[in-house]
DNA sequence: AATGCGTGGCG
DNA sequence: TCGCCAAGCAT
């Protein structure tokens, strides 16, 4: 892969994202990366303003409450990333004296960071020469060095190495990973790619006639009538309300199938993300100034 | 290793 | 319409 060629087209072409103008802070970089986890830039892109203006560190976002915390993430989906980021946030205020780590086996370390993020730190926030690898880029390997229509079972050892035998020995590195991933978001996307505009002069995908992935049947989870969808809805009803709700509040959402109302409901309260007062009403932990730690944040 | 975890837009 | 997909992580 001729990584100038790529870079040359990201430094023309690339979306103008507000996480990657040079005066975001790490930790600014970190939330976005927290929150585009399964979850599409144009939904990000006004939570994310929001939340750094809000809290632009991480002792900041460790003294909201875990509530407001949930409240700012609002729809942007799976909201134990709300809860990972907080409980991320205390660690790096209380251990890390306010300073995101910059080195991946600490990062690893921390609530919420995997693999991708940890190295998307390093890379993005620090200027690391490290391979950062997420699913536009293991798309973009499979296609323009392998030749293949999709990329294979993610291995990250694998899939590390990979992309580490093409990242630029110069200080161009964490250029050349965003372009990797902007090239795979806009560019070589999963349906419908738009070879036409590709940037590469070589991809052994086109090389090789485009031949047709194997029909890997990776299933596709369902959503409608699933316990998410259930703790969705309970997490709504919760979000617009400041004070505890009563049960029959929560009950009406979902009347189908009240065994599956309550499992989703003990699920939420086992995630730490709800809890009950004494009374037996419902709120987002740390709703009330006295419930703050009930949830363990 | 396979599964659970939200949400909404698009073809 | 509805299946598919979107910068993953934890267990």
Redesign the pocket.
């Known amino acids: 892969m001729n990584s100038a060629e790529l870079v040359a087209w990201y430094e023309r072409e690339r979306r103008d994202?507000p996480?990657?103008d040079p005066s975001v802070s790490a930790w600014q970089i970190l939330v976005?990366?927290f929150m585009?986890?399964?979850?599409?830039?144009v939904?990000v892109l006004p939570r994310w303003l929001e939340w750094v203006d809000r809290w632009p560190t991480p002792s900041a976002t460790a003294a909201a409450s875990p509530a407001d915390i949930l409240r700012a993430w609002g729809?942007?989906?799976?909201?134990?990333r709300a809860k990972?980021l907080h409980e991320c946030a205390a660690v790096i205020a209380t251990e890390h004296g306010d300073v995101v780590p910059d080195d991946v086996q600490t990062l690893l370390t921390l609530?919420?960071?995997?693999?991708?993020?940890?190295r998307?730190i390093a890379c993005f926030a620090y200027g690391q020469w490290v391979p950062v690898v997420?699913?536009?880029v293991r798309r973009v390997v499979a296609r323009a060095v392998q030749g293949l229509a999709d990329a294979g079972?993610p291995s990250a050892t694998r899939d590390e190495a990979a992309v580490a035998a093409l990242l630029p020995n110069d200080e161009s590195t964490p250029t050349f990973s965003a372009a990797l991933?902007?090239l795979?978001?806009v560019v070589c996307?999963?349906?419908?790619p738009r070879c036409g505009i590709c940037p590469l002069s070589s991809c052994a995908w086109r090389s090789a006639g485009f031949p047709a992935g194997e029909a890997v049947p990776?299933?596709?989870?369902k959503?409608a009538g699933?316990?998410?969808?259930v703790?969705?809805?309970l997490?709504?009803v919760l979000r617009d309300s400041t004070t505890p709700v009563q049960r029959n509040a929560l009950d009406v959402v979902w009347l189908t199938d009240p065994a599956q109302r309550d499992r989703a409901l003990d699920?939420l309260l086992v995630d730490g993300l709800v809890e009950q007062t004494e009374d037996g009403r419902f709120a987002l932990c740390g709703e009330g100034d006295d419930a703050r730690g009930a949830c363990g944040a």
Request: glycine fraction near 10%; proline fraction near 5%; avoid cysteine.
């Open positions: 994202l996480w990657r976005s990366e585009l986890q399964q979850t599409p830039v939904r729809k942007l989906g799976y909201p134990r990972r609530p919420g960071v995997g693999s991708y993020t940890a998307a997420d699913t536009n079972a991933m902007e795979g978001a996307t999963a349906r419908s990776k299933r596709v989870q959503y699933t316990d998410r969808q703790r969705g809805r997490l709504d699920s």
